[in-house]
């Protein structure tokens, strides 16, 4: 990932270099090309590499949200996982009752779980929240509201 940048930069570097409107304007369009927004708390794992660089998500529903930003480190079934780190379950996870948790951890991050939150808009972080509380054998059913996230931010 680390890798990745750099080469970005220096496609950019090599396209200005050589003056070519073209090269430039390819590689200003690469998703990669954007600065990342600062993440603080990641680990090292290279599970993280899906969405480090990501600004902003576009998944419009909590379960494509889960699958495209959750699912890399608490694993596609909500198992989690254990192998550089400890990924948590959400399936059956019980601390998930409490909404303003999930919210929280959500967008403040919790130890070696970035503040993912933070690259979503209220209503996705809200989108998400519903989606793994009421998935993966959870059944919380008050639904948490995008003015709710508001006030947790
Ligand atoms: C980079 C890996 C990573 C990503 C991506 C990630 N998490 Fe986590 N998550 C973790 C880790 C690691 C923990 C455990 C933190 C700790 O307690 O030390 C955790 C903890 C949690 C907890 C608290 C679990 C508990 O039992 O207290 C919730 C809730 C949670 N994550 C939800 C989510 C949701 C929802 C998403 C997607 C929007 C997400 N996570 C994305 C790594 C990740």
Redesign the pocket.
Known sequence: MQMKRTSNILTLSMALAAGSIAASADAQSAPEAAAPAPLTG??G?D??GA?INARSFSEPDGEK??RR??A???MPDARGAQGA????A?AG?R??ASAD??IY??VKG?????G??RMMTDAQVAD??NY?RTHFGNRYGDKVTAAQVGTVR
């Open positions: 990641v680990h794992g599970l993280d969405f949200l889960y930003v959750c890399g480190c608490h780190g400890m990924y948590p959400l996870n601390n998930l948790y999930a951890v959500v919790l130890h070696g779980m970035p993912v939150g998400v929240v793994v």
